[in-house]
Nanobody
Framework: QVQLVESGGGLVQPGGSLRLSCVVS????????MRWYRQAPGKERELVAT???????KYADFVEGRFTVSRDDAKDTGYLRMNSLKPEDTAVYYC?????????????WGQGTLVTVSS
């Protein structure tokens, strides 16, 4: 049973920083793409950032160079470093990963971690 567990969310003032973590646990062969999504109240879930196994990254336009996605495959962990946070970044942030099991790739989601940007 593969599980993704996010942590690192919380309340931060505008202009502040947070680092989110996503730990993958369970039995699997490898982790393919890892993604971070977010969902603000009353809005649809949107893609924030993607990191491929070889480290290539891609960001949503609204990130504007403020966020950095990374991964440590030795720890089966992904990260999202968020700087210069704005009130509009307030959302539940979800980790998503495509993971290779015994015979196939499957997509998994974490439970989400709440980020609130407010003074």
């Amino acid at each position: 049973q593969v599980q993704l567990v996010e942590s690192g969310g919380g309340l931060v003032q505008p202009g502040g920083s947070l680092r989110l973590s996503c730990v993958v646990s369970g039995t699997f062969i490898s982790i393919d793409n890892m993604r971070w999504y977010r969902q603000a109240p009353g809005k649809e879930r949107e893609l924030v950032a993607t990191i491929a196994p070889i480290g290539r990254t891609k960001y949503a336009d609204f990130v504007e160079g403020r966020f950095t996605v990374s991964r440590d495959d030795a720890k089966d962990t992904g990260y999202l470093r968020m700087n210069s946070l704005k009130p509009e970044d307030t959302a539940v942030y979800y980790c998503n990963a495509v993971i290779l099991g015994d015979f196939e790739y499957r997509e998994y989601w974490g439970q989400g971690t709440l980020v609130t940007v407010s003074s």
